[in-house]
């Protein structure tokens, strides 16, 4: 709280708001009181000046390209730490010494296997099905599973729920891969990594010894790590709008997935290389953004631009050198790459994009990664479940455990028909 206050004025009802301050960034006005005591509502759709939550875990300032995790930036992190700190951070709030996380991994080691029955559920897709329609599916169908972990007012059950999720999400993924590839499901191998078994699920088959590359590992690990948490994003807000009504977590990690699926969210890595593609050669970049800046076009350049970020997001600087890294570990060269490249560069040059203040995203880079080491496109929105899955879990504990929590309840500027009376058929 701040000494400051807020004033309203409508018609003759004055308002004071109390102005709140967070650690860092923006104060915020809170307008709790503001319909009891002037009968109307704030308008924001897309929740542009609107803070939904109190939250103490990542912090973003996107003027300025600056992205927290309890305090930690991101670069840092995607540097030093592995992809089961950050999840210890995220969850219990601060990085685990060597002890704490040896217990960690063994918890969510130990949790890595699904039941039996759930992959029963895989033989009802198509084998041509979307992996996120799988993943939707799936997850959402956990709850039938785990009747011992879904009593959210219970702390531990809580606890119990998100370590089987961060555990069970690489299995499961890596089940829908297989199953559009027509292989069987490979079992985890726990004395691997979280990372090494996924991909040993992923790529490894019953009739070899799969053998985990370091360097790929290490440049997954910390894809997830950059795509573990990022503050109120559309799929977050879902996690805890559908967490608001006392729903059970996996239920609620599958409506996350649903909104991450969208083209403008978590889909975007998979346009992204899509568009690369398309492009193909530099020759064709100046087309491609004179058709982004097409008003009447409605093409946008994937890979670019934020709501927050109004400069360069921090996790596209750490994608672009992963890269090169992976590139080199796989010893592959992907021409894409060079378009990737120099279409960031005309884009930053262009007037449109500076003025806008569109910078390339976490997504620009991230699918000529995972394209490098062997995913295929409609993979990419699943691994970021995967990694997101870390923070909707958080995100969500934080908010059960919040005394000040209620059920998400928006309201609206009703602009439809007022009350009229019910028509009989033969008189419309
Ligand atoms: N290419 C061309 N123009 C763009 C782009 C783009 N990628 N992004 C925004 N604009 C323009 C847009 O046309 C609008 O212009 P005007 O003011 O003249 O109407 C202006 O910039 C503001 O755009 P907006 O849609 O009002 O901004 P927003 O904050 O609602 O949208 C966004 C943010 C990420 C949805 C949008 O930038 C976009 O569609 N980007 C491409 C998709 C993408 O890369 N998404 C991944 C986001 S990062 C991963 C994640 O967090 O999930």
């Known amino acids: 709280m701040t000494d400051q206050t807020a004033k309203f004025t409508l018609g003759d009802k004055s308002v004071e708001s109390p102005v709140l301050?967070?650690?860092?960034?923006?104060?915020?006005?809170?307008?709790?009181?503001?319909?009891?005591?002037?009968?109307?509502?704030?308008?924001d759709p897309g929740f542009t000046s609107t803070a939904s939550c109190e939250s103490q875990i990542t912090y973003i300032d996107g003027d300025e390209g600056v992205l927290l995790h309890r305090g930690y930036p991101i670069g840092e992190l995607a540097?030093?730490?592995?992809?089961?700190?950050?999840?210890?951070?995220?969850?219990n709030g601060e990085l685990p010494?060597?002890?704490e996380l040896a217990k960690f991994e063994n918890t969510i080691t130990r949790h890595t296997m699904v039941h039996e029955q759930l992959?029963?559920?895989?033989?009802?897709?198509?084998?041509?099905?979307?992996?996120?329609?799988?993943?939707?599916?799936?997850?959402?169908?956990?709850?039938?599973?785990?009747?011992?972990?879904?009593?959210?007012?219970?702390?531990?059950?809580?606890?119990?729920a998100s370590h089987r999720l961060i555990a069970k999400m690489p299995t499961i993924a890596a089940m829908a891969y297989k199953y559009s590839v027509g292989q069987p499901f490979v079992y985890p191998d726990?004395?691997?990594?979280?990372?090494?078994?996924?991909?040993?699920?992923?790529?490894?088959?019953?009739?070899?010894?799969?053998?985990v590359i370091p360097a790929v590992e290490r440049a997954m690990d910390r894809i997830f790590i950059l795509h573990a948490d990022h503050e109120q994003n559309?799929?977050?807000?879902?996690?805890?709008?559908?967490?608001?009504?006392?729903?059970?977590?996996?239920a609620c990690m599958a409506a996350g997935i649903a909104c991450l699926w969208g083209p403008a969210h978590g889909g975007a890595n998979e346009a992204a290389l899509n568009m690369l593609r398309e492009i193909g050669r530099p020759e064709?970049?100046?087309e491609f953004i004179a058709r982004a800046k097409d008003k009447n076009d409605p093409f946008r350049l994937m890979g670019f631009g934020h709501r927050v970020y109004k400069n360069y997001d921090p996790r596209a600087t750490v994608m672009q050198k992963t890269v090169r890294e992976v590139f080199e570990a796989l010893k592959v060269n992907d021409p894409v790459f060079d378009v990737a490249l120099q279409l960031e560069e005309m884009a930053l040059n262009d007037d449109y994009f500076r003025e806008k203040k569109l910078f390339p995203n976490v997504d620009f880079y991230s699918g000529v990664i995972l394209s490098a080491i062997g995913?295929?496109?409609?993979?990419?929105?699943?691994?970021?479940?995967?990694?997101r899955t870390v923070g909707w879990v958080a995100q969500w504990n934080e908010m059960i455990s919040d005394p000040a929590q209620k059920i998400g309840r928006p309201r609206q500027l009703y602009t439809g028909a007022p009350q009229r009376s019910y028509v009989p058929m033969d008189q419309r």
Request: proline residues 5%.
């Open 21 to 43: 301050k967070g650690t860092v960034g923006p104060d915020v006005i809170d307008i709790r009181k503001l319909y009891g005591q002037t009968g109307a509502f704030t308008f």
């Open 190 to 211: 726990n004395n691997l990594s979280y990372t090494g078994n996924f991909l040993r699920m992923t790529f490894g088959v019953p009739a070899e010894e799969y053998e």
């Open 375 to 387: 995913f295929p496109t409609t993979m990419f929105t699943v691994l970021f479940a995967l990694a």
């Open 284 to 286: 064709r970049i100046p």
């Open 97 to 99: 010494n060597g002890d």
């Open 234 to 250: 559309a799929s977050t807000s879902t996690v805890r709008l559908a967490g608001s009504s006392g729903a059970n977590p996996f």
């Open 119 to 160: 992959t029963k559920f895989y033989s009802g897709f198509r084998r041509d099905a979307h992996p996120m329609a799988i993943m939707c599916g799936v997850v959402g169908a956990l709850s039938a599973f785990y009747h011992d972990s879904t009593d959210i007012s219970d702390p531990q059950q809580r606890m119990i």
């Open 79 to 91: 540097e030093h730490s592995s992809f089961m700190e950050v999840a210890h951070l995220l969850l």
